[in-house]
C-alpha cells in the first residue's frame, strides 16, 4: 500500500511537471504568433518552374509575414497548388484577383467595356495605359462573369477568401504624384479619363434622377451622377460579397486611400458602404507627395469611416532600391525606404489599423526586413 501511494504521488508529480511544461510551450508559442497586429503580403506567381515555394513561403512567415493575397491569373488550379503550399507553411492564403480590370477573354463581349465622356471605349482605347481595359459594372453579363470566376476560386479548401483589386473607374484624377509620368496636369475632371457614359449608365441615370446626363454641360457638377457610379460600384460589391460568403470565405478588396477624401473623388470608390471583412487602402503616400505622417491621418479617416466595425489594414508602398530613390523618376520606383518604415507602421497602428500590408516581399531589402523584425520583436515585449 505504501509503495502503490508513493508511485501514485510520483506520477502525479510528473504530470504536473509535464502539464507546466506544456502550458509554458503553449503560452510561448501563442506569445510568438500573436502580434498586436497582423502583417500581410501582396504576392505573385512566380512562373519559374525551378522556384521553391514552400521555402519561399515559410521565410516569409519567418520574417513575421501572417498572411499573403496572392495573384496568380484566373485558374483555380494554381491557386489550389499554391494555397496548400502557403497553408502548409502557415500563411493565411487569399486569391488576389483583378475585378473591374480584364484583358481581351472570349467570354467578356467588347461593349461590355466602359465608355469615356468622350464616347471612347476602354476596350480598345484605354486611357493611361494599354491595361486599362475596364469593364462597365451596369452589365449583368460583367456580374455574370466575375461571379463564376470568383466562386470556382472561393470553393478551394486551400483558399481562405479572395481579394478583389481594381474594384472601381479608371482614375479620373490622377493621384498627384504620377502627373509627370504622363505629362499631365489633371486640375478637374476631363471627359477622357471619365466613366462610364455607355447607354446602360446614361439610361439608368435617367430613369433613376430624371436627369439626361448628356446634356449637362459640366457633368463633373452634378453630384447625383457621382453618387449613381458610386452606388454601381458598390452593388457589384456587395453582390460578390454575399456570393462569397455563401461560400463560407472572406472577401476582401484593395481600396484607395480614405474613401471620402480621396477614394471617391478620384475612382468613385465609396468603399465604406461595401460588405467587406477587410479593407486594405492603399496608403502609398509617395504617389500623393506626403511623408509617413500622413499615413498616420489618412489611416484615422479610413478607421472612422468604418467605424472601427471592420479591420483596416494599411497598404503600404516598399522601395525597391532606397539608395537610388532620389534619382528615380518615375514614382513606380519610389516608396518607403528603410528609415521611414518603421515610422509608417508606427502611424497606421496608433490611427487604428488592425495591421499592415506590404507591397511587395520582392520590394523589401535587408535593411527593410530588420526595420520589420525590430518593431515585431518590440510588439511582443509590450
Known sequence: MKNTTLVFVFMIS???????????SESLSENKSNKDFKIFAWDSFKKDSSFNHK???????????DGLLYSAGHDPNIYKQIGKIAKEAGLEFQAWI????????PELKPEWYAINGKGESAFDKPAYVPYYQFLCPNKDGVYNFLENLYSNVASLDEVDGVHLDYIRFPDVILAKGLW??????????YPQFDYCYCDDCVAGFKEKYNIDIKEVEDPSSEPLWKQYRYDLITAIVNKLS?????????????????????????????WDKWNLDAFFPMNYNDFYLEGTNWIGKITEEEVKAVNNSKPVYSGLFICPNPQNKGNESDPENH????????????????????????????????EHWQVLSDIIKNSKKE
Open 242 to 270: 454575399d456570393t462569397i460568403h455563401k461560400k463560407g470565405k472572406v472577401i476582401t478588396a484593395a481600396v484607395f486611400p480614405g474613401p471620402n477624401s480621396i477614394a471617391k473623388k478620384i475612382v468613385r470608390q465609396e
Open 98 to 105: 483583378p475585378t473591374m480590370v480584364q484583358a481581351n477573354n
Open 180 to 189: 509627370d509620368k504622363y505629362g499631365l496636369v489633371m486640375d478637374k475632371e
Open 335 to 366: 516608396g518607403l525606404i528603410p528609415e521611414e518604415l518603421g515610422d509608417a507602421i508606427e502611424v497606421s497602428i496608433q490611427n487604428g489599423a488592425k495591421g499592415i500590408c506590404l507591397f511587395t516581399p520582392g520590394r523589401m531589402t535587408d
Open 14 to 24: 510528473i504530470l504536473a511537471v509535464l502539464t507546466g511544461c506544456n502550458k509554458k
Open 55 to 65: 521555402a519561399y513561403f515559410l521565410d516569409l512567415k519567418q520574417k513575421g509575414i
